[in-house]
């Protein structure tokens, strides 16, 4: 069920957008494909405040999209955002996803693209949401 928010369906496969999400801001990364472990990070949103979260979604985002995060204090929170507005959203399982910081050197923008990449790469579980 859509709320005034998702953009209507385009003739692109979509793509897999990694989003680092904090309590106060988050980071997105959005692919520029979904099919590839090698997708290209079109742009990135850095430090974008949580409460433009929606907003952000509208104009960013398209229904065949696919948003990742790991799991963390508000990422249920933010799937059921995104959900409530028509958008695919996926919470991946941290501790796989924290193996993966442990390899690499982090900071926000890093970590999105990590995020987006382990889910392309099916080197992830998904996080049950809570009820």
């Known amino acids: 069920m859509s709320f005034g928010g998702a953009k209507k369906e385009s003739n692109s496969p979509g793509r897999v957008i990694g989003l680092d999400m904090h309590p106060d801001s988050f980071t997105a990364a959005p692919s520029g494909e979904k099919i590839s472990r090698a997708a290209v990070v079109e742009k990135f949103f850095n430090k974008v405040p949580v409460g433009q979260l929606q907003n952000w979604a509208r104009k960013h985002l398209t229904v065949e999209d696919q948003t990742v995060r790991e799991a963390s204090g508000n990422s249920f929170a933010t799937q059921r955002k995104l959900e409530a507005l028509g958008y695919n959203a996926q919470v991946l399982e941290s501790y796989q996803i924290g193996k993966l910081k442990e390899a690499h050197a982090n900071n926000d ?20 949401m809570p009820r």
């Open 109 to 128: 923008k890093i970590s999105a693209v990590r995020i987006g990449k382990a889910y392309l790469s099916r080197l992830k579980s998904n996080s049950a």
